[in-house]
């Protein structure tokens, strides 16, 4: 694709809708050291369809409360403010990706899946090396392929060009997107995760996940979820486009300060984790 | 049904499908092995290639009736699976050794 033809398509980026203002309220206030729960609960409350949709969310199983919460308070006593955010965080970007049909070669469904496999696997990852913020590389591995959604709400007769291509050619979807775009998912996801102005390392796990060593700020999150995209594929859940198992660059284990049998202590509590995370996608009728 | 029950045995005791209850670190730190990761034949092979003498495990015990035929098939299946989604880099050591370890995972589901 010519350059000017490619920059013209990439200023569309405007017309996917933002994130509602509520989103970045929450995360505003959350920087500050000296919030309340009554100031945050105010501010989010107003936007009572977000209010509604996290307490759906935070009473299913995938946090282990079901039916008890009953308020936002409650939810954030808890559940902490972070995992709040991430609940906010997370149905905003779902509603905004949301309405995009089932077709024969793309099943909404099957990408979530994919998300979601790869948030659980990055959690489970971040668990095991004792991380102290485990939510935040869930978040990060749920939300690594937004530059697809957004290449499909954007230039859908592009994307599946793309799928049947990949098909044909047998080629990753990153290489069929370098390929027809001369961007790829990464880039475009990275520019939207920047315009939303999500925290700076969720930024970089979405911009970096195929080369996480590029990553300045986090790096074992970027590297995190960079071998839990890979494993997601590797186990098969759900479908990212393309049905290959990357190539894992020992150097990501480097930057995590693993060894490759590491992967094999996690496996038990991928599957664990993995059936109460499905609840979080029935939350969304997917 | 299944039992389980936590024990802390030498290395050469250890059989596949006992759960860690701790982590296997290196002196450096480095983790080898975290709690919770399930055993197989060649992990406890690697462990030992380690210098691990003694770890706690969880060791479950099935006592469910499977048809071998069935079980047969399905380990057929997840061979070829992995096969097929590893195709691009069935050459690659690290590749080969991920293959094998999640084949073993996968095999001890269906049959623990």
């Not at chain 2, 048809?67 to 699976?81: L, R, S, V, Y």
Request: with cysteine; aromatic share 8%; glycine share 6%.
């Amino acid at each position: 694709m010519k350059q000017d033809i490619l920059a013209r398509k990439l200023e569309r980026m405007s017309d996917l809708p933002g994130l509602p203002s509520v989103v970045f309220e929450a995360i505003h206030l959350l920087h500050q050291p000296d919030i309340t729960i009554e100031r945050l609960s105010s501010s989010i409350q107003l936007d009572q369809a977000i209010v509604s949709k996290i307490l759906r969310l935070v009473n299913s199983s995938f946090y282990g409360y079901q039916g008890k919460i009953g308020s936002l308070s409650q939810a954030l006593v808890l559940l902490g403010f972070n995992t709040v955010r991430n609940a906010i965080l997370s149905i905003s970007i779902l509603d905004i990706f949301s309405g995009i049909d089932k077709d024969d070669s793309f099943d909404p469904r099957l990408f979530w899946l994919h998300a979601i496999g790869t948030g659980v696997i990055s959690q489970v990852i971040s668990h095991q090396l004792k991380h102290p913020r485990v939510e935040d590389f869930f978040i990060s591995g749920l939300l690594h392929d937004i530059g697809k959604l957004a290449i499909i709400k954007l230039f859908p007769e592009d994307f599946f060009q793309i799928l049947k291509e990949v098909k044909e050619k047998d080629i990753s979807i990153i290489e069929g997107e370098n390929g027809m775009l001369g961007i790829n998912h990464t880039e475009i996801g990275h520019r939207l995760a920047r315009n939303w102005m999500l925290p700076i390392e969720i930024q970089e796990a979405i911009g970096f996940h195929h080369y996480p060593w590029n990553a300045k700020e986090n790096r074992a999150m970027s590297a995190t979820v960079y071998l839990s995209d890979c494993l997601c594929r590797a186990l098969d859940i759900g479908y990212g486009g393309d049905s290959l198992v990357p190539e894992i660059d020992p150097k990501a284990l480097t930057i995590l300060g693993v060894e490759p049998l590491f992967i094999a202590g996690c496996l038990e509590e991928i599957d664990l984790e993995m059936e109460r995370a499905k609840s979080f996608l029935n939350v969304f009728n997917y | 049904m299944t039992r389980a029950k936590e024990k802390t045995i030498p290395i050469e005791k250890l059989t596949p499908n006992m759960t860690l209850v701790r982590d296997i670190t290196k002196p450096n730190g480095d983790l080898i092995f975290g709690q919770r990761g399930k055993l197989t034949e060649s992990i406890i092979e690697r462990l030992s290639r380690f210098g691990v003498s003694k770890v706690s495990v969880v060791v479950k015990e099935a006592d469910e009736y499977r048809d071998p035929e069935f079980t047969n098939k399905k380990i057929k299946e997840i061979e070829e699976g992995l096969d097929y989604r590893f195709r691009k880099v069935n050459h690659i050591p690290l590749m080969i050794e991920l293959k094998g370890l999640l084949f073993e995972h996968l095999k001890g589901k269906l049959i623990s």
